[in-house]
C-alpha cells in the first residue's frame, strides 16, 4: 500500500486530481457553513423567473442555479452546489494547460498557486458569476491552445463555445477573442490561422452563443449596456483620480494576496523587457500566457484611474497570470532571494486563504470582514417573520434588492416581496412589475437605512410608524440593524 501511494503521488497528474478531489470533498461540506450573500439570493430570484438575459448580467448564473436546485431543492447547498464543480473543474484544466504549455512540475506549481488564492477560496464556494466566468476563460484558453498545436478543428470550437458561454455569465469573457488575436498577430507563423475556416468557426460558435443577450437587450432597450456604463463611472466623464488607483491596487494586493501580487507584476514586466527590450519572446507558451491574462488586468488598471471599481473584476486574468508568474520565477529559483520572496509569498497566500474561511474569531471591524455579507440574515428574516404575523394583510416591500433577495429566500412561505415603487427600471426587480398602489392597503417596509421613509413611498401612503428596530442574534448583533415601518393607505 505504501508503494502505492507512492507511485500515485510520484505521477503528478493523479496528485493534481487526488488533491483536488479532496478540497472539492471539502468544499461541498464546507459551502453550506455560512448563509447566502445578498448577491447570491438575488441571482436564486432570477432562475425562478428563466429568460435570455438579465438586467445588469448574462443568464448562465440563472441556469447554473436553477440546475442546482433542480437536484438539490431551494437550499443552499443546491444554490453552491455547481460553484464548488466548476471550481474544480478550473483547478484540473489549469493543471493541464500548464502541463501542455510546459511540463507537469509547473502544472502542479500553478494549481497549488490558484488553490491558495484567497479571492478563489472565497469564489469556490458562493455562487456569483465568477465561478462560471474563470471556468470559461479557462476552457477556452485551453481550446485556443490546442487548437493552435494542430490538434483539430474541434478545439478551435470549443473555444468558441468556451467564450461564448463565458459571456452569458461575465460581459468581460469576449475580451478574450481580442487576446487571442494579439497573440495570433503577434507572430508571423501564426497569422496563417486568419485565412483558415478555423478561426472563423471559433469566432462564429462564440457569436452564436451570445445572441441571447444581444436579443435580450435589443428588446429591452439594450439596459444592460447603459448599466455596464454606469458601472465603469464613465456617465459623468472621465477623471484622472490617481487615488481611486491606489485603491484599486490595494484590493487587488488583498484579494490575491500581496507577495502573490508583487511577484505576478515582476514577471509581467521581466517578460515585457524581455519581449520589448532584448525581442526574446521566450517561446509561443510565455507570450500566450500574457495575452490570456494582462489585457484584462490593463483594462481595468485603465478605468481605475477613473474609479477603483470592485475587487474581483480582475479574476479572469488569475489563472494564465498564476501561470505566467511560476515559469518566470521557475528560472530564478537558483537565487537564494527569488527563493525567499516565494517562499514568503506562498505562505502569507496560504494563512490568508485558510484565515478567510472563517474569520469571526479575527473580530475585524463589519468593514474590514470579508465575511461580513454571510452573517446574520436567517436571525434578522426570522424577526421579520414574526413581525409580520401581526400584520397579515401587508405586503412586504425591502428597501433595496438585497433586502428584497434576502427575504425572498429566507422567509419560510418565500412571499414575493417587492422594492419601493419609483416608476423607472433600476435593477432586475423592476423588470417583474410593482406593486399596485391603489390596491394594497397595508405593507411592511424593511430598511437598514435609519432615515425616515423613502420619499416615493411618502407619496404612496398616507400613514406610517417603525414598528420594530431588528438585530441579528448573538455574536452578529453589532453587524446590522432593520427596521420594520408599518405604512397605511
Not at 478574450?176 to 471559433?202: K, N, S, T, Y
Not at 452563443?209 to 436579443?215: A, E, H, I, K
Not at 435589443?218 to 447603459?226: E, F, L, N, P, V
Not at 470592485?310 to 527569488?338: H, I, K, Y
Amino acid at each position: 500500500m505504501k508503494d502505492f501511494w507512492r507511485r500515485v503521488w510520484g505521477d503528478l497528474r493523479w496528485r493534481a486530481a487526488l488533491c483536488l478531489a479532496v478540497v472539492t470533498g471539502f468544499r461541498l461540506w464546507f459551502c453550506t457553513y455560512h448563509e447566502l450573500v445578498p448577491d447570491e439570493a438575488y441571482y436564486w430570484l432570477w432562475s425562478k423567473h428563466l429568460d435570455m438575459g438579465y438586467y445588469s448580467k448574462g443568464p448562465a448564473v440563472a441556469w447554473t442555479i436553477a440546475a442546482g436546485t433542480g437536484l438539490w431543492g431551494d437550499t443552499v447547498f443546491g444554490i453552491r452546489f455547481f460553484s464548488v464543480l466548476l471550481s474544480a473543474g478550473t483547478g484540473w484544466l489549469v493543471f493541464d494547460l500548464a502541463r501542455r504549455l510546459f511540463d507537469g512540475r509547473v502544472g502542479w506549481w500553478v494549481l497549488v498557486g490558484v488553490g491558495t488564492l484567497p479571492i478563489f477560496a472565497v469564489g469556490s464556494v458562493l455562487m456569483t458569476i465568477d465561478p462560471l466566468s474563470v471556468f470559461f476563460w479557462v476552457c477556452a484558453a485551453h481550446g485556443l491552445w490546442r487548437g493552435v498545436a494542430g490538434e483539430g478543428l474541434r478545439h478551435w470550437v470549443w473555444a468558441g463555445f468556451a467564450v461564448g458561454c463565458g459571456f452569458l455569465a461575465k460581459q468581460i469573457n469576449a475580451l478574450q477573442l481580442v487576446c487571442g488575436v494579439g497573440w495570433l498577430l503577434a507572430d508571423r507563423e501564426r497569422r496563417r490561422w486568419f485565412m483558415r475556416p478555423h478561426f472563423w468557426a471559433m469566432v462564429g460558435v462564440a457569436g452564436v452563443c451570445m445572441l441571447p443577450v444581444f436579443v435580450w437587450n435589443a428588446q429591452h432597450g439594450w439596459i444592460t449596456a447603459q448599466h455596464l456604463h454606469e458601472r465603469a463611472a464613465l456617465t459623468e466623464g472621465w477623471k484622472m483620480r490617481p487615488g481611486e488607483f491606489f485603491q484599486f491596487l490595494v484590493q487587488q494586493a488583498l484579494v490575491i494576496s500581496p507577495g502573490y501580487f508583487v511577484l505576478m507584476l515582476v514577471a509581467w514586466g521581466g517578460w515585457v523587457w524581455r519581449w520589448w527590450v532584448q525581442r526574446q519572446s521566450g517561446g509561443q507558451a510565455e507570450p500566450f500566457c500574457a495575452w490570456m491574462a494582462w489585457p484584462v488586468f490593463a483594462l481595468y488598471a485603465g478605468l481605475a484611474w477613473n474609479e477603483a471599481g470592485e475587487a474581483n473584476w480582475t479574476v479572469t486574468m488569475l489563472p494564465t497570470g498564476m501561470l505566467l508568474a511560476v515559469v518566470w520565477w521557475r528560472e530564478r529559483w537558483g537565487s537564494r532571494v527569488a527563493r525567499g520572496w516565494i517562499y514568503g509569498a506562498v505562505g502569507v497566500a496560504v494563512v490568508m486563504t485558510v484565515m478567510v474561511h472563517e474569520t469571526a474569531w479575527l473580530r475585524l471591524k463589519p468593514r474590514l470582514d470579508p465575511l461580513v455579507r454571510a452573517r446574520g440574515w436567517r436571525s434578522l428574516v426570522d424577526q421579520v417573520d414574526e413581525v409580520r404575523r401581526a400584520y397579515p394583510q401587508a405586503i412586504l416591500i425591502g428597501n433595496k434588492y438585497q433586502t428584497v433577495s434576502i427575504l425572498s429566500f429566507y422567509l419560510p412561505d418565500r412571499p414575493r416581496v417587492y422594492q419601493p415603487k419609483v416608476g423607472r427600471v433600476v435593477n432586475q426587480l423592476s423588470l417583474w412589475g410593482d406593486y399596485d398602489e391603489t390596491r394594497v392597503t397595508e405593507a411592511l417596509f424593511v430598511t437598514d437605512a435609519l432615515d425616515g421613509l423613502p420619499e416615493p413611498l411618502q407619496g404612496q401612503f398616507r400613514e406610517w410608524r417603525e414598528v420594530a428596530r431588528l438585530r441579528p442574534a448573538a455574536p452578529w448583533e453589532g453587524l446590522r440593524v432593520w427596521r420594520v415601518i408599518y405604512m397605511k393607505r
